[in-house]
């Protein structure tokens, strides 16, 4: 257990320091496993779980005293086991929150009462006891590196003693032992399922690399070379006693901005090595996925110099003139409106009235998208890039707006910010702050404000100022920069000027209205890649996480001292939820230690800090670690508590992060048992307000996976109200009602209601749709209506089946998949199936086709289909001209099971025409399909009994099957409880078995 907690653990320094777990699949594995071998130690080991610990193991626990019954003496705040040690000190002790335990019997009974706080309480043993072999067995049996002698020493006193305690010590060391091989393992597991480096790809990185490097200012980099041309036949250039640790070649990079590098590049990923003059192979860093990831942490030339090539990297269609039509802020002027620019360019500048109009047009062009950006003929409205979502890819960019200077005058704003310029440049102190407070005057939400401040040079002025010791004048500058950097141009200058790096470097100033509005600047200006990027490379992410330490969380009347800490956690909250919209920086949030931190402020009852907290927490939702923190934490209880919030936007993020959350049953299970299903059916009123709408039915959707959930949506009258929303609404609404709506027709009552509300004509004209999650939806929903045949009528009647059939030629192998389920019942619920299967003017060529594809769950579902429609004689006439028997037997040498199910009842009902037997015979179908019979699904046994009783019936077929080891497998499942498995083996055996008799009756008369 010592060396996995040391070796395959995860830890983090979070908030002040301390070492705690990091909340991951992998820890999350291990704790369980850890908690599964102590609460069973006391049954499997009875005498060894009586051994009374060296030291106690001492945590701060999370229970109370009601929760000790039987066997524990309580006095007030004090519980003690009635059990004692020699030295007739209790087992147990708990003093307020102060844990200590002393035997492994009162450790797997202490679990065992902990109930859902187990993994809580193991977690905070492990933390605050890291070496817990050391405090059970004493310092002799500790972990150590390298060669572990514990166990010979112990062996030696046992053999020269003959000491009870020295035995029973051995024999736990050797249990701990075998635990800690068993998590070594588990954790290996895990670590293998990552993606591994392999010599074509490193080769393919370095030369691309290569051909952006050399001495020129532009380039990447200065060199790149292997420190040996040999490569060896498996493309590894390393030698071959360090091939056997995963080792594929060295680097020698040259950064124009660092010393040089020395890398190692092994199957694991890239990291630093020790090497110079020769190779040292000792790992010097953290280990990266790629040589671009390494060197992005370690060189901001390279990042800078990358982002100039980036449009290289990709080869672009040729550039047109094709000028795009901006939405721009109207400057308001004693009450009179004036458009700055035109509205649309021109392939010509015109001429312009003034020489500080020229100076704009000058310093437009730097600011111009570049050409990448340029073809990609993307409109933007007013950017309202905060919308961002997680779900958005890291190629996703807010394009800064181009705009040709108009024929009208200046407003007067202009010239009074350009007056005040000469003031802030070349003031004294005093003079700087009085200038900037007079800049505060103006309406720096208006567009021409934010413009002038940029053409007549005061942003870099601004900026500049930042970097000075005047706390007035930084107050001033972040005070002016906050307004403006709302304007995307404003953004990109800040971050082209360097001021990010600079505002990050504030958040460790002692003065606190300082650390506030760097943090909401950082907010303002981190919505675009590149920003986000800089934060994270200058240590940003880590001084954020810092800000939402505050001793003032939960507290209902707050001193001022604690409003201003408060204060800054909230802006602290707002700039990591613009940052969280990278993966890295929420990776980085994380190992910095902020789920802990967020998770207490969830607590707080202010909606201004709420929201941003809440919105930091859906954006990382999307990964798998934060969700599993978000259910460990405790956080559901809160966030379901704030969808009876009277704040929409924070309404919104609350669904938005149960809509995420909710993909595992366990968070759903949460949901449900918080009370939250009830407010998320009643928020289903609130219709006008589109992106709170989509988030909750969003989270309703996932929610109503759980059986139990959906009985609950049934009672509080929520499948009505998503049928009335069937109309009228956006695609990203509408995919997830027609979910949730899919989820809840699993149920017979349901699908009944559906009818009766007078969903059924819309979601079958949703077939007609074009967006792809959305028609797999709604063809989920569609096949679960199907199995009523009320339903069926009403679906029939609207040409439905029809439409369903139309989506097999969609491309999307999930639509195809979809619409296939679907289909099945349709066929099993429709009166005169065959006739209406035939109507459809070469669908079943299109089905039978489908069999080529090389996607398991549209080949599961078409084997499906084909097993309801040949049980249509004529129809199976037709599809066995189309080919479809050496098709089905292409696909036999199958590991899914699920397929395999599907393709077996689909070879039993194509048995039944012509001399179909006989082909599946001859196309090599039979042999495969023995083997399901040593599938773990009884429901695989069952189809594949059904199809070999069929292909019995031909004689080479009963040969083959026998040959194959069928006998055996079959007399097992004679015996089964179900009927049909029962009948299917013994006729198949019956069969063979005439076969013989027959053969023999042949050959001796």
Same mark, same amino acid.
């Given at each position: 257990?010592?060396?996995?907690?040391?070796?395959?653990?995860?830890?983090?320094?979070?908030?002040?320091?301390?070492?705690?777990?990091?909340?991951?699949?992998?820890?999350?594995?291990?704790?369980?496993?850890?908690?599964?071998?102590?609460?069973?130690?006391?049954?499997?080991?009875?005498?060894?779980?009586?051994f009374?610990?060296?030291?106690?193991?001492? /945590?701060?626990?999370?229970?109370?005293? &009601? @929760?000790?019954?039987?066997?524990?003496?309580i006095?007030?705040a004090?519980?003690?086991?009635?059990?004692?040690?020699?030295?007739?000190?209790?087992?147990?002790?708990?003093?307020?929150?102060?844990?200590?335990?002393?035997?492994?019997?009162?450790?797997?009974h202490?679990?065992?009462?902990?109930?859902?706080?187990?993994?809580?309480?193991?977690?905070a043993?492990?933390?605050?006891?890291?070496?817990?072999?050391?405090?059970?067995?004493?310092?002799?049996?500790?972990?150590?590196?390298?060669?572990?002698m514990?166990?010979?020493?112990l062996?030696?006193?046992?053999?020269?003693?003959?000491?009870?305690?020295?035995?029973?010590?051995?024999?736990?060391?050797?249990?701990?032992?075998?635990?800690?091989?068993?998590?070594?393992n588990?954790?290996?597991?895990?670590?293998?399922?990552?993606? +591994?480096?392999?010599?074509?790809?490193?080769?393919?990185?370095?030369?691309?690399l290569?051909?952006?490097?050399?001495?020129?200012?532009?380039?990447?980099?200065?060199?790149?070379?292997?420190?040996?041309?040999?490569?060896?036949?498996?493309?590894? +250039?390393?030698?071959?006693?360090?091939?056997?640790?995963?080792?594929?070649?060295?680097?020698?990079?040259?950064?124009? %901005?660092?010393?040089?590098?020395?890398?190692?590049?092994?199957?694991?990923?890239?990291?630093?090595?020790g090497?110079?003059?020769?190779?040292d192979?000792?790992?010097?860093? %953290?280990?990266?996925?790629?040589?671009v990831?390494?060197?992005?942490?370690?060189s901001?030339?390279?990042?800078?110099?990358?982002?100039?090539?980036?449009?290289?990297?990709?080869?672009?269609?040729?550039?047109?003139?094709?000028?795009? +039509?901006?939405?721009?802020?109207?400057?308001?002027?004693?009450?009179?409106?004036?458009?700055?620019?035109?509205l649309?360019?021109?392939?010509?500048?015109?001429?312009?009235?003034?020489?500080?109009?020229r100076?704009?047009?000058?310093?437009?062009?730097?600011?111009?998208?570049?050409?990448? /950006?340029k073809?990609?003929?993307?409109?933007?409205?007013?950017?309202?890039?905060?919308?961002?979502?997680?779900?958005?890819?890291?190629?996703?960019?807010?394009?800064?707006?181009?705009?040709?200077e108009?024929?009208?005058?200046?407003?007067?704003?202009?010239?009074?910010?350009?007056?005040?310029?000469?003031?802030?440049?070349?003031?004294?102190?005093?003079a700087?702050v009085?200038? *900037?407070?007079?800049?505060?005057?103006?309406?720096?939400?208006?567009?021409?404000?934010?413009?002038?401040?940029?053409?007549?040079?005061?942003?870099?002025?601004?900026?500049?100022?930042?970097?000075?010791?005047?706390?007035?004048?930084?107050?001033?500058?972040? !005070?002016?920069?906050?307004?403006?950097?709302q304007?995307?141009?404003?953004?990109?200058?800040?971050?082209?000027?360097?001021?990010?790096?600079?505002?990050?470097?504030?958040?460790?100033?002692?003065?606190?209205?300082?650390?506030?509005?760097?943090?909401e600047?950082?907010?303002?200006?981190?919505?675009?890649?590149?920003?986000?990027?800089?934060?994270r490379?200058?240590?940003?992410?880590?001084?954020?996480v810092?800000l939402l330490?505050?001793?003032?969380?939960?507290?209902?009347?707050?001193?001022?001292?604690?409003?201003?800490?408060?204060?800054?956690?909230?802006?602290?909250?707002?700039?990591? /939820?613009?940052?969280?919209?990278?993966?890295?920086?929420?990776?980085?949030?994380?190992?910095?230690?902020?789920?802990?931190?967020?998770?207490? /402020?969830?607590?707080?009852?202010?909606a201004?800090?709420?929201?941003?907290?809440?919105?930091?927490?859906?954006?990382?939702?999307?990964?798998p670690?934060?969700?599993?923190?978000?259910?460990?934490?405790?956080? #559901?209880?809160n966030?379901?508590?704030?969808?009876?919030?009277?704040?929409?936007?924070?309404?919104?993020?609350?669904? &938005?992060?149960?809509?995420?959350?909710?993909?595992?049953k366990?968070?759903?299970?949460?949901?449900?048992q918080?009370?939250?299903?009830?407010?998320?059916?009643?928020?289903?009123?609130?219709?006008?307000?589109?992106?709170?709408?989509?988030?909750?039915?969003?989270?309703?959707?996932?929610c109503?996976?759980?059986?139990?959930?959906?009985? !609950?949506?049934?009672?509080?009258?929520?499948?009505?109200?998503?049928?009335?929303?069937?109309s009228?609404?956006?695609?990203?609404?509408? @995919?997830?009602?027609?979910?949730?709506?899919?989820?809840?027709?699993?149920?017979?009552?349901?699908?009944t #209601?559906?009818?009766?509300?007078?969903?059924?004509?819309?979601?079958?004209?949703?077939?007609?749709?074009?967006?792809?999650?959305? *028609?797999?939806?709604?063809?989920?929903?569609?096949?679960?209506?199907?199995?009523?045949?009320?339903?069926?009528? #009403?679906?029939?009647?609207?040409?439905?089946?029809?439409?369903?059939?139309?989506? *097999?030629?969609?491309?999307?192998?999930?639509?195809?998949?979809?619409?296939?389920?679907?289909?099945?019942?349709?066929?099993?619920?429709?009166?005169?199936?065959g006739?209406?299967?035939?109507?459809?003017?070469?669908?079943?060529?299109?089905?039978?086709?489908? *069999?080529?594809?090389?996607?398991?769950?549209?080949?599961?579902?078409?084997?499906?289909?084909?097993?309801?429609?040949?049980?249509?004689?004529?129809?199976?006439?037709?599809?066995?001209?189309?080919?479809?028997?050496?098709?089905?037997?292409?696909?036999?040498?199958?590991?899914?099971?699920?397929?395999?199910r599907?393709?077996?009842?689909?070879?039993?009902?194509?048995?039944?025409?012509?001399?179909?037997?006989?082909?599946?015979?001859?196309t090599?179908?039979?042999?495969?399909?023995?083997?399901?019979l040593?599938?773990?699904?009884?429901?695989?046994?069952r189809?594949?009994?059904?199809?070999?009783?069929?292909?019995?019936?031909?004689?080479?077929?009963?040969?083959?099957?026998?040959?194959?080891? @069928?006998?055996?497998?079959?007399?097992?499942?004679?015996?089964?409880?179900?009927?049909?498995?029962?009948?299917?083996?013994?006729?198949?055996?019956a069969?063979?078995?005439?076969?013989?008799?027959?053969?023999?009756?042949?050959?001796?008369?």
């Amino acid at each position: 257990m010592g060396a996995a907690l040391a070796r395959a653990a995860q830890w983090t320094a979070a908030g002040s320091g301390t070492g705690t777990l990091e909340i991951t699949p992998l820890n999350e594995s291990l704790l369980n496993q850890i908690i599964k071998f102590a609460e069973d130690f006391s049954t499997r080991h009875p005498q060894e779980a009586a051994f009374v610990f060296r030291e106690p193991l001492e /945590w701060k626990t999370q229970l109370g005293c &009601s @929760v000790f019954e039987e066997g524990y003496e309580i006095h007030g705040a004090t519980v003690q086991s009635e059990a004692k040690g020699k030295d007739g000190q209790p087992l147990l002790l708990l003093t307020a929150s102060t844990l200590r335990v002393r035997s492994f019997d009162q450790l797997s009974h202490l679990l065992q009462i902990a109930m859902e706080k187990k993994l809580k309480e193991a977690q905070a043993c492990l933390e605050a006891n890291r070496d817990p072999i050391m405090k059970i067995l004493g310092p002799e049996c500790g972990t150590v590196e390298g060669e572990d002698m514990s166990m010979l020493h112990l062996l030696e006193k046992v053999k020269k003693d003959d000491d009870p305690e020295t035995e029973m010590k051995m024999k736990i060391c050797l249990l701990l032992h075998q635990l800690d091989l068993q998590l070594l393992n588990s954790s290996l597991k895990h670590i293998s399922q990552d993606v +591994r480096l392999n010599p074509a790809a490193i080769n393919n990185e370095v030369n691309l690399l290569k051909n952006f490097s050399g001495k020129g200012e532009d380039t990447v980099l200065e060199s790149l070379e292997y420190t040996s041309d040999y490569m060896f036949c498996n493309g590894c +250039r390393a030698p071959p006693w360090r091939q056997v640790h995963g080792e594929i070649c060295y680097l020698v990079i040259k950064p124009h %901005d660092t010393d040089p590098l020395y890398i190692t590049c092994s199957t694991a990923g890239v990291f630093l090595n020790g090497g110079k003059d020769d190779i040292d192979y000792e790992r010097k860093s %953290d280990v990266y996925k790629d040589i671009v990831t390494f060197l992005r942490e370690r060189s901001p030339r390279f990042v800078k110099n990358m982002a100039k090539q980036e449009y290289n990297f990709f080869k672009e269609p040729t550039y047109e003139k094709n000028y795009q +039509r901006m939405e721009v802020v109207d400057a308001k002027v004693s009450g009179q409106s004036q458009n700055l620019y035109d509205l649309t360019e021109k392939n010509v500048c015109e001429k312009v009235k003034s020489s500080a109009a020229r100076r704009r047009s000058i310093d437009k062009k730097k600011l111009e998208p570049s050409m990448k /950006w340029k073809n990609t003929g993307k409109t933007s409205g007013r950017f309202e890039d905060i919308s961002e979502s997680s779900s958005e890819t890291e190629e996703d960019e807010e394009q800064p707006v181009r705009r040709q200077e108009g024929n009208t005058d200046l407003p007067s704003e202009y010239w009074g910010i350009q007056k005040l310029a000469k003031y802030l440049k070349g003031g004294n102190p005093t003079a700087t702050v009085i200038a *900037l407070c007079s800049m505060r005057d103006f309406n720096l939400a208006q567009e021409t404000c934010q413009l002038a401040i940029r053409d007549i040079g005061c942003l870099e002025v601004l900026i500049n100022l930042l970097d000075t010791e005047e706390i007035k004048c930084q107050i001033g500058s972040l !005070k002016i920069l906050k307004e403006i950097s709302q304007n995307t141009l404003i953004r990109h200058a800040i971050a082209d000027l360097g001021g990010l790096q600079i505002m990050v470097k504030i958040l460790d100033s002692p003065d606190k209205d300082l650390k506030c509005l760097a943090a909401e600047t950082i907010a303002n200006v981190a919505r675009f890649k590149q920003a986000r990027r800089t934060v994270r490379q200058h240590g940003g992410i880590k001084r954020l996480v810092g800000l939402l330490e505050c001793i003032s969380v939960g507290s209902t009347s707050l001193t001022p001292y604690q409003s201003k800490d408060t204060e800054i956690a909230r802006c602290g909250a707002l700039a990591l /939820w613009s940052c969280s919209k990278s993966t890295k920086n929420k990776e980085a949030i994380r190992k910095a230690g902020g789920i802990p931190l967020l998770a207490r /402020w969830l607590n707080c009852s202010h909606a201004n800090i709420l929201t941003p907290v809440v919105g930091t927490l859906q954006e990382c939702a999307s990964e798998p670690s934060y969700r599993l923190a978000i259910r460990t934490e405790g956080m #559901i209880e809160n966030l379901v508590k704030n969808l009876s919030s009277e704040h929409e936007e924070l309404q919104m993020h609350c669904a &938005s992060a149960i809509f995420k959350c909710a993909e595992d049953k366990e968070t759903r299970d949460l949901v449900r048992q918080h009370g939250g299903l009830q407010p998320l059916s009643v928020l289903l009123g609130n219709s006008e307000n589109k992106q709170l709408l989509a988030a909750v039915t969003g989270a309703i959707w996932k929610c109503a996976i759980s059986g139990e959930n959906v009985s !609950k949506f049934r009672e509080y009258k929520a499948i009505e109200a998503l049928v009335g929303l069937l109309s009228d609404q956006p695609e990203e609404v509408l @995919v997830n009602i027609v979910g949730a709506l899919g989820e809840c027709c699993q149920e017979q009552i349901n699908r009944t #209601i559906i009818r009766k509300c007078g969903g059924i004509p819309p979601l079958v004209k949703l077939l007609t749709g074009t967006d792809q999650a959305l *028609l797999v939806n709604v063809t989920k929903a569609v096949g679960a209506c199907a199995t009523e045949p009320e339903n069926m009528m #009403i679906i029939d009647r609207l040409d439905g089946v029809r439409l369903l059939w139309s989506l *097999l030629k969609n491309p999307n192998p999930d639509v195809q998949a979809s619409a296939a389920w679907a289909i099945c019942p349709c066929i099993e619920n429709t009166k005169d199936a065959g006739e209406m299967v035939r109507s459809f003017v070469g669908g079943l060529e299109l089905i039978v086709n489908l *069999l080529k594809s090389k996607n398991k769950e549209v080949l599961a579902s078409v084997c499906a289909a084909i097993t309801n429609i040949a049980k249509d004689e004529e129809n199976l006439a037709v599809i066995t001209d189309h080919g479809v028997v050496p098709l089905l037997s292409k696909l036999a040498n199958t590991n899914n099971d699920k397929l395999r199910r599907h393709l077996a009842e689909a070879i039993s009902n194509c048995c039944m025409w012509g001399s179909n037997r006989v082909t599946f015979g001859e196309t090599k179908a039979v042999a495969p399909l023995v083997r399901y019979l040593k599938s773990n699904d009884p429901s695989v046994h069952r189809a594949t009994a059904q199809a070999l009783y069929q292909l019995s019936e031909d004689p080479n077929n009963c040969i083959t099957m026998h040959e194959n080891g @069928v006998v055996k497998l079959l007399l097992a499942m004679v015996g089964s409880t179900d009927e049909t498995l029962q009948e299917a083996a013994a006729g198949c055996i019956a069969n063979i078995r005439r076969l013989a008799l027959a053969t023999e009756k042949a050959k001796y008369g």
